[in-house]
């Protein structure tokens, strides 16, 4: 039996029209052969009535705060409803069809609600359902634990829950259906040039998301990878093939006739401040450890004999500050930066990319503040207000 897993976002089963085009194109893989297991978020986004936000909004105003447990309860009945709403429109369409909560498709977590980490699946009842003809619905964000609890999984939860079942029924591919047409070479709010990027590797996902880029959950990623299975971000409005998640990109590739790129997309992350520690290393030794003790996170770093440059967000700025000042530390603060990171599996070893770099931005006039670089990105600190010229010039530059 061929299975693929086709996880439908809110804004995807948010209309009438839009859950039509769901119901579409879960037949359209029907009739191609594969079985589908249909993962779903809940109906809309903020302002929808049964949008996860709109109920904690209801519960909220009406009886106060919840707690942990109440909470998870609640937050798992928005894509429960979707669930047995897709379920039921499905079935109207001829095709069979069963919903199921998280906990009955097999999800296990453990018992950290709202932000519950999985530890298994057991899809023994889907296989079931599979194997009787019938497309197993999943109420995606949500698991069980081994005590029977609902759980939540937190931010990204939904693309978590299908690559979890993806892996573990062995699925030929997971698809990730929301509005855009795939993955792009930019933010396309910010560069008008970005494109869809048609293949790209698990890892240069994981520096996209790690350098601000709205892409996948790295956990549905990282499940997805350790089981070799191919992601496909996909558009439900429309027929574009989309951007492959895969490890052998090379392959893909040649195979589809598209052209080989150095750099693979340009991200970026605002809210970024640089501290300057104006003492020399061996000072430094257990500032470092006093900052992480404090639960500030360091970005860009870079360590010289008389000082230390590091960058943080900027809603630690106030905190950072004290803590300095109260260890006796001189320091200078820049505010109001970016983060601009180029990112390429394929750099690697290629000489010239940081003078490409460091060429296109300052023919512009953009000052890079710092800059720190790994086998698959080289980030350069400039100022906020330089971003959007800064990934157009580099978008330009790598022929994205």
Same mark, same amino acid.
């Given at each position: 039996m061929h299975i693929i897993v086709q996880k439908f976002g809110g804004t995807s089963v948010a209309t009438s029209e839009s859950r039509n085009k769901v119901v579409q194109k879960i037949k359209k893989a029907v009739e191609s052969g594969v079985m589908p297991v249909v993962v779903v978020s809940a109906i809309g986004r903020k302002g929808a009535p049964y949008a996860t936000d709109t109920l904690i909004e209801f519960v909220s105003e009406t009886a106060g705060e919840m707690s942990p447990h109440s909470s998870d309860m609640l937050l798992s009945c928005?894509?429960?409803?979707?669930?047995?709403?897709?379920?039921?429109?499905?079935?109207?369409?001829?095709?069979?069809?069963?919903a199921f909560t998280g906990g009955q498709a097999g999800i296990i977590t453990d018992n950290y609600y709202q932000k519950a980490d999985l530890l298994c699946a057991k899809p023994e009842g889907l296989l079931a359902a599979l194997e009787a003809g019938i497309i197993p619905v999943v109420a995606g964000f949500q698991g069980m634990t081994k005590d029977g609890n609902i759980t939540t999984l937190g931010r990204g939860g939904s693309d978590t829950s299908a690559a979890m079942l993806g892996a573990s029924l062995k699925a030929e591919r997971i698809e990730i259906y929301?509005?855009?047409?795939?993955?792009m070479t930019a933010d396309p709010n910010i560069c008008g040039k970005a494109k869809i990027i048609p293949a790209i590797s698990y890892t240069e996902v994981f520096q996209m998301a790690d350098s601000g880029a709205?892409?996948?959950?790295?956990?549905? !990623?990282?499940?997805?990878m350790r089981a070799g299975i191919p992601l496909v971000i996909k558009?439900?409005?429309?027929?574009e093939k989309g951007t492959y998640i895969l490890q052998n990109v090379e392959s893909f590739i040649n195979k589809e006739k598209h052209h080989h790129k150095v750099i693979t997309s340009v991200a970026h992350r605002y809210h970024r401040t640089q501290f300057t520690i104006r003492h020399k290393v061996s000072e430094l030794d257990d500032l470092l450890g006093i900052i992480a003790n404090a639960g500030i996170s360091i970005d860009l770093i870079n360590i010289f004999p008389n000082d230390k440059v590091f960058t943080i967000d900027e809603a630690d700025e106030k905190a950072l500050k004290c803590l300095l000042e109260k260890q006796g530390y001189s320091y200078?603060?820049?505010?109001?930066?970016?983060?601009?990171?180029?990112?390429?599996?394929? @750099?690697?070893?290629?000489?010239? !990319? @940081?003078?490409r770099i460091v060429r296109a931005l300052s023919k512009e006039h953009i000052e890079i503040y710092q800059t720190a670089d790994s086998l698959?990105?080289?980030?350069?600190?400039?100022?906020?207000?330089? !971003?959007?010229?800064?990934?157009d010039v580099l978008h330009d530059e790598f022929h994205l």
């Open positions: 928005g894509e429960i409803i979707s669930a047995v709403t897709m379920t039921t429109l499905l079935e109207k369409e001829g095709l069979k069809a069963q929301t509005d855009v047409d795939g993955i709205k892409v996948i959950h790295p956990r549905a !990623v990282e499940y997805a558009n439900t409005f429309s027929d200078e603060v820049l505010p109001n930066c970016a983060k601009v990171t180029v990112i390429g599996e394929r @750099m690697t070893g290629v000489p010239g !990319v @940081m003078a698959t990105t080289i980030a350069c600190l400039i100022k906020e207000e330089h !971003v959007a010229k800064a990934i």
